[in-house]
């Protein structure tokens, strides 16, 4: 039987993966005009992968509340619809979401920003591509690839702004994930598990 330390360990790594995997995500749209020629493959790679972003900071929060979470995982792990797997977190946590934050920890506090991305911007971002990633009618009207392609540019910088310095509240509210996605020795994600002091 494994030790709450050893379990601790093992949920920080799997966050850590998945953060990892969504910035190296984030550079594949960033290099996609590098890749591929034309503007609408361009848009379509982009949508899949931003889309793909957006499951995983979503299902990321399956890890930090990895407990609680497990009785629900058999439902959540095969659910695919953003909408509905952030309906069923609520529902569990309505803190699940990461939030943005100033981290002063020199002055022992860390700050919630106030203007971060929010679950509700998520989902109307992942609905948006979703008309992307399924072959057009030939009767209907083409998208606008070049505004597309600066929507997904757009919602990756508020991602990024996002995720840079986050806190991911676990259940019950007394613990959370405090995650740098690039720390200063080396650019990976450095990430610690914090309680909150009771006054």
């Known amino acids: 039987m494994k030790s709450e330390e ?3 360990k093992i949920l920080l790594n799997r966050y850590t993966s998945e953060m990892e995997i969504i910035k190296l995500r984030i ?7 590098q890749k591929i020629r034309y503007l ?7 949508a899949l ?3 793909k972003i957006i499951e995983q900071i979503l299902l990321s929060s399956l890890i930090a509340n990895a407990e609680i979470y497990q009785q629900y995982y058999n439902r959540l792990g095969t659910e695919w619809n953003a909408r509905y797997i952030c309906r069923d977190l609520k529902r569990i946590n309505p803190r699940f979401f990461p939030v943005a934050v ?3 920890r020199e002055n022992h506090s860390i700050i919630d920003m106030e203007d971060s991305l929010t679950s509700d911007e998520l989902i109307e971002m992942y609905e948006k591509m979703g008309k ?8 209907g009207s083409l998208p606008d690839y070049k505004q597309l392609s600066e929507y997904i540019d757009n919602g990756c910088k508020e991602i990024i702004k996002l995720l840079r310095v986050h806190k991911t509240m676990l259940y019950g509210e ?3 994930l405090f995650v740098i996605m ?11 598990w914090f309680s909150q002091c009771e006054d």
């Open 6 to 8: 050893e379990k601790k």
């Open 27 to 33: 550079e594949e749209i960033k290099t996609a005009k």
């Open 40 to 46: 609408q493959p361009i848009v379509e790679y982009k």
């Open 49 to 51: 992968q931003f889309r």
């Open 102 to 104: 100033i981290d002063d």
């Open 132 to 139: 992307l990633l399924h072959a057009q009618n030939p009767f």
């Open 174 to 176: 007394k613990d959370f």
């Open 182 to 192: 690039s720390a200063k020795t080396g650019g990976r994600v450095a990430i610690n």
